[in-house]
């Protein structure tokens, strides 16, 4: 059996079920961006958990509907058992075929949808681009996984393939916008032209936190031209203007994340979405409080992308090999950066030393901004990840694995390497009254 299950980015998506084997050839479904060379899932959730969740927040999360419609088509939800299953492995397009943790991941895929349809019911943002070789199109995708990041739900919408009335049906559905697209011959494609003046003429648009971006190759006029045009016609903007030459590389991307994070929370404040829940008179929040970590700061970089945090949930978590969790709020940009087999330095700060540190690093930053500006740090000897002069240790750690835990990821890293940088300085402890906040 052929079924078409179309979403707004691939409109030809085309699922096969062979329902004598029950085998289901799932497309985009269920995909990955890694491909074990043993082909299967071997290692089930743990090995793969964190690519299928990354793969579905970048390229399926803006198609939410559309996916929850395949799974409930293909008699997938909810799954008792995978023995009820109509089907007994998934075989994607790329990433593992999905044998061992077939039940687990399409549950978890039920989790996602629902989560961004229910975000989507109360807030949503729509990405429009055009992009002829793709590097708009990775800008889009980043700027999306930010936004959906941001706890917001987000419509991404190729230009190329899409109505007009599906672009004024997006922005009636939507509370805030971006819009990106390639230079070419010196301006931007026609289609993008007239999905933004139907935009401009929307009146609830003009109230709508925006933003614009695109790949260009030597001039760049694209952006220049959607940026004068809506900030002529009065719309306000979430965050700078990108501008990318050519191909986007890691630090790019980490700024498009950061932007969507920024449109995303212009979006809730303007509809009042309250982030922290408040503080429960007594009880386990008062107790929570009395847990302390010691302070510290958090540095982690990727090729060409860098991003820091104060941290005070990190703790030793095994003796040999050497290992600590940090726990890190699912939100916060410099998540991107550790996922399994990224890299970053801890600095532990220096009793006495916490002042001009806490100050650099609380403040609210704008996508892209360097988060240690003001800070002296030196290169860590085997990452190259910057390391706090005034710290009173450092250690370098590569991501082995991490779960979901609430509202945050904990984060378990092997250490590699560390070093002592001042014998006669305890560490600072970071003492709360409460525990939900940090
Ligand atoms: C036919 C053609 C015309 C182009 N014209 C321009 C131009 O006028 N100015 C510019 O900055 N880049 C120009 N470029 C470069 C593209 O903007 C650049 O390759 C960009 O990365 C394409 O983004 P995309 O992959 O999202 O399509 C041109 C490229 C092509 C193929």
Not at 132 to 142: E, K, P, R, S, V
Not at 221 to 243: H, P, Q, T, W, Y
Not at 372 to 385: H, K
Request: charged share 20%; proline share 6%; aromatic share 8%.
């Amino acid at each position: 059996q052929v079924v078409l299950t179309p979403t707004p980015r691939w409109p030809d998506l085309l699922v096969v079920h062979d329902p004598v084997n029950r085998l289901l050839f799932s497309s985009k479904l269920f995909a990955a961006h890694v491909a074990p060379p043993e082909g299967l899932d071997e290692g089930g959730w743990e090995a793969f958990g964190d690519d299928w969740r990354y793969y579905f927040e970048c390229m399926l999360a803006p198609s939410a509907r559309q996916v929850w419609w395949a799974l409930g088509w293909w008699g997938t939800s909810p799954p008792s058992s995978s023995a009820s299953l109509p089907v007994c492995m998934l075989l994607p397009m790329h990433g593992p075929g999905v044998s061992s943790a077939l039940t687990q991941l399409l549950q978890e895929y039920r989790g996602w949808v629902d989560e961004q349809i229910k975000a989507a019911a109360t807030s949503c943002a729509a990405v429009f681009y055009a992009s002829a070789y793709g590097n708009t199109a990775a800008l889009a995708q980043a700027i999306s996984r930010g936004i959906t990041r941001g706890g917001v739900a987000v419509e991404t919408i190729n230009l190329e393939l899409a109505s007009l009335g599906e672009v004024t049906e997006a922005i009636g559905r939507s509370q805030g916008f971006v819009l990106g697209d390639p230079t070419l011959g010196g301006h931007m494609p026609t289609q993008v032209s007239v999905a933004m003046g139907a935009i401009l003429r929307e009146p609830t648009a003009k109230t709508m936190p925006c933003g614009v971006f695109g790949s260009f190759g030597w001039s760049g006029e694209a952006v220049d031209e959607m940026e004068g045009r809506l900030r002529d016609s009065g719309f306000g903007f979430a965050f700078d203007s990108i501008r990318v030459k050519f191909k986007p590389t890691a630090k790019d991307l980490l700024l498009c994340e950061e932007s969507g994070r920024a449109l995303a929370q212009s979006i809730k404040k303007k509809l009042k979405v309250r982030e922290l829940a408040a503080v429960p008179g007594g009880g386990p929040q008062l107790a929570m409080g009395r847990v302390v970590g010691s302070l510290s700061v958090l540095t982690a970089k990727d090729e060409d992308a860098s991003s820091a945090m104060l941290a005070s949930w990190i703790s030793q978590a095994s003796f040999d090999p050497p290992g600590v969790t940090v726990a890190v709020k699912k939100d916060r940009a410099i998540e991107k950066l550790l996922v399994v087999g990224g890299k970053f330095c801890v600095s532990t700060v220096a009793e006495g030393r916490e002042k001009p540190i806490m100050k650099a690093l609380t403040r609210p930053f704008s996508p892209g901004e360097d988060r240690l500006a003001g800070l002296e740090t030196t290169p860590s000897p085997q990452l190259g990840v910057p390391v706090l002069s005034s710290a009173n240790s450092f250690l370098e750690c590569a991501v082995v694995t991490r779960m979901e835990a609430g509202d945050h990821y904990v984060v378990y890293a092997q250490v590699l390497d560390g070093k002592v940088l001042d014998e006669n300085a305890n560490t600072a402890v970071h003492h709360r009254k409460v525990g939900n906040h940090y």
